[in-house]
């Protein structure tokens, strides 16, 4: 039986994937106002100065922009909670790594946030910063879902090619979301209200790139989870996988629909909110795959 576990252990560990959530929202609004080069230095907003500055010619993009900077390190006091959180309570060595995993991740994060600047938010920078946020949600949707966990051995509740397709379900996702950086790097929203900068690809060729392969994943989901339907696997797998197909279908209805509308940003947003659940989604489909005997 697993050990009932305090409350301040659970408050840390949503929290972190709450903020590690979040902070893609907040990151996507700055590129959507072209607030990225509101603070246009890197570790300090203006030179000789860590804050905003009242002569700034940035206007309220330097708000936005140090608003995000500002969330980030709330984002790294939280990760530090869960660690701690994790090695008091929760002495599983998978769990302890993936804690670590999501601070380290929160610091490279920091950096390359600076990287992004420096370079005036080149897209390849730009796209890299939000694939790392995006696995940062799943070590942290991980660390959530798994938290009651022992150190024993998984087992599975499916078919071995169950899992397998799952894998490259998983697989197809992430080429769907790196595509989808790709999408964003080739349209209007860059970052910069003054000086865009583009991968220089075709926005439409991009998007229907972007579309097909989300059809693939569309075609996965729907695969495992009439697989996971059929099997002898309890009812709560199964359910994992509903909500994993749910959360696609809104995410592409969104993603047509901002398409069709010529991208406006709240739609964007709310994309790239649809990306990060979408992440947390799939972690919990695949735990759901097995179990944990008890030791």
């Not at 929290?15 to 893609?24: G, H, R, S």
């Not at 075709?202 to 075609?219: E, K, N, Q, Y």
Request: proline residues 6%; charged residues 10%; hydrophobic residues 55%.
């Amino acid at each position: 039986m697993s050990v009932p576990l305090p409350r301040a252990h659970r408050i840390v560990l949503l929290a972190n994937l709450v903020a590690q959530v979040a902070i893609i929202v907040t990151g996507g609004l700055v590129r959507l106002t072209g607030s990225g080069l509101g603070c246009p230095t890197w570790p300090e907003c203006v030179p000789g100065s860590y804050r905003p500055v009242p002569e700034q010619e940035e206007g309220f993009h330097k708000i936005i922009e140090f608003g995000n900077r500002t969330l980030t390190g709330a984002l790294g006091i939280i990760a530090v909670l869960a660690v701690v959180a994790v090695w008091r309570w929760t002495p599983v060595r998978r769990l302890r790594i993936a804690a670590v995993i999501v601070l380290v991740g929160v610091v490279f994060q920091a950096l390359l946030g600076g990287v992004t600047v420096l370079t005036e938010l080149h897209p390849v920078t730009v796209a890299a910063h939000f694939l790392v946020s995006a696995g940062l949600v799943a070590v942290a949707a991980y660390l959530w879902f798994a938290r009651t966990e022992s150190e024993g051995t998984p087992t599975l509740l499916v078919p071995a090619v169950v899992r397998r397709v799952a894998w490259v379900t998983c697989a197809v996702g992430a080429a769907v979301l790196t595509l989808g950086t790709v999408v964003t790097g080739s349209g209007p929203h860059s970052g910069d209200a003054d000086t865009p900068a583009r991968f220089g690809f075709d926005p439409r060729t991009i998007s229907w790139l972007h579309a097909d392969t989300v059809m693939l994943f569309v075609g996965l989901v729907v695969a495992v989870w009439l697989a996971t339907r059929l099997s002898s696997a309890p009812p709560g797998v199964a359910r994992a996988w509903r909500d994993v197909l749910l959360v696609t279908l809104a995410q592409g209805a969104i993603g047509y629909v901002q398409y069709l509308t010529d991208l406006p940003e709240v739609l964007v947003l709310a994309h790239m909110l649809g990306a990060a659940l979408l992440v947390v989604a799939l972690t919990r489909g695949m735990l759901a795959l097995r179990t944990i005997a008890q030791e």
